[in-house]
């Protein structure tokens, strides 16, 4: 059974950084593309931003270039720098694989004021 295994979350301050990592098992994130997303409580989970099998970026318009996605040289992990954040970008953060079922259960970033 794959896995998805995000880590890096935790408590920062305004105008902090925090680099999130997914990881799965099996190779799966080799081939796929894959997204983060963040739901923060009684709002609806939102895209924050994804990256194909080929390379191509998209992210949420609420980034406005702070945060970046990117696949480290194995393709086993791909990460989610959190840059500049705001108390507003408090959630919990998911792993997707698209055209699958796979989530990971989720990291939690709070940003202090």
């Known amino acids: 059974q794959v896995q998805l295994v995000e880590s890096g979350g935790g408590l920062v301050q305004s105008g902090g950084s925090l680099r999130l990592s997914c990881t799965a098992s099996?190779?799966?994130?080799?081939?796929?593309?894959v997204g983060w997303y963040r739901q923060a409580p009684g709002k609806q989970r939102e895209l924050v931003a994804s990256i194909s099998s080929g390379g191509t970026l998209n992210f949420g318009d609420f980034v406005k270039g702070r945060f970046t996605i990117s696949r480290d040289n194995t393709k086993t992990t791909v990460y989610l720098q959190l840059n500049a954040l705001k108390p507003e970008d408090t959630a919990v953060y998911y792993c997707?694989?698209?055209?699958?079922?796979?989530w990971g259960q989720g990291t939690q970033v709070t940003v202090s004021s």
């Open positions: 099996g190779g799966l994130l080799r081939t796929r593309d």
């Open positions: 997707h694989v698209y055209q699958t079922n796979y």
